[in-house]
T-cell receptor
Framework: NAGVMQNPRHLVRRRGQEARLRCSPM?????VYWYRQLPEEGLKFMVY????????ESGMPKERFSAEFPKEGPSILRIQQVVRGDSAAYFC?????????????FGPGTRLTVL | AQTVTQSQPEMSVQEAETVTLSCTYDTSESDYYLFWYKQPPSRQMILVIRQEAYKQQNATENRFSVNFQKAAKSFSLKISDSQLGDAAMYFC??????????????FGKGTHLIIQP
């Protein structure tokens, strides 16, 4: 059973470009969480999605950031018009249900660098 | 909003010794879940141990155990017989009961654990 897959692992963008980060949850998992980790910081929750639904986006900036988890295919975190402050590691996690004691299985992360 | 505080940016321990990493949190909820995650240099987040707040018994996973003090809102991690492979960043995390609108984990800033051979 493959773990959570994220791609690309490293992404370099110039200011003003768009960044698209992909996350394929573990097989059988329908709940996906996105987190951002700034240098020397812990992970910060951004958004929680189930298939075709955003359940909680309280941690996601209101502008330039969006997320989706379509019926088919991976979850996508999209950052439009990137700025230097968006440089961070973005982690995706998945779980089989929303039971809070369930382990969230993390992917290896995508390290975004904005030049 | 809940907050998680890890007051030790870095800890060092001799191989085979025991080390305790501290974590405190702030919440007004009575039921919640606590986790310790390990992040080695590969940056992969790995669950070490979890604790349900309604359980009085401290969780244990092999060489890893916690000291959960609910009244003090403290959740420390003890690593016994430290091994070189334990070297990593350790993050304490909090999760609310489902449906409260706070579905993600709230993480502390982490403690960098160094194992001296």
């Amino acid at each position: 059973n493959a773990g959570v897959m994220q791609n690309p692992r490293h992404l370099v963008r110039r200011r003003g470009q768009e960044a698209r980060l992909r996350c394929s949850p573990m097989k059988g998992h329908s709940h996906v969480y996105w987190y951002r980790q700034l240098p020397e910081e812990g992970l910060k929750f951004m958004v929680y999605l189930q298939k075709e639904n955003i359940i909680d986006e309280s941690g996601m900036p209101k502008e330039r950031f969006s997320a989706e988890f379509p019926k088919e295919g991976p979850s996508i975190l999209r950052i439009q018009q990137v700025v230097r402050g968006d440089s961070a590691a973005y982690f995706c996690a998945s779980s089989p249900s929303s039971i809070p004691n369930n382990e969230q299985f993390f992917g290896p992360g995508t390290r975004l660098t904005v030049l | 909003a809940q907050t998680v505080t890890q007051s030790q940016p870095e800890m060092s321990v001799q191989e085979a010794e025991t080390v305790t990493l501290s974590c405190t949190y702030d919440t007004s909820e009575s039921d919640y879940y606590l986790f310790w995650y390990k992040q080695p240099p590969s940056r992969q987040m790995i669950l070490v141990i979890r604790q349900e707040a309604y359980k009085q018994q401290n969780a244990t996973e092999n060489r890893f155990s916690v000291n959960f003090q609910k009244a003090a809102k403290s959740f420390s991690l003890k690593i016994s017989d430290s091994q070189l492979g334990d070297a990593a960043m350790y993050f304490c995390a909090y999760r609310s009961p489902s449906g409260g609108g706070a579905d993600g984990l709230t993480f502390g800033k982490g403690t960098h654990l160094i194992i001296q051979p």
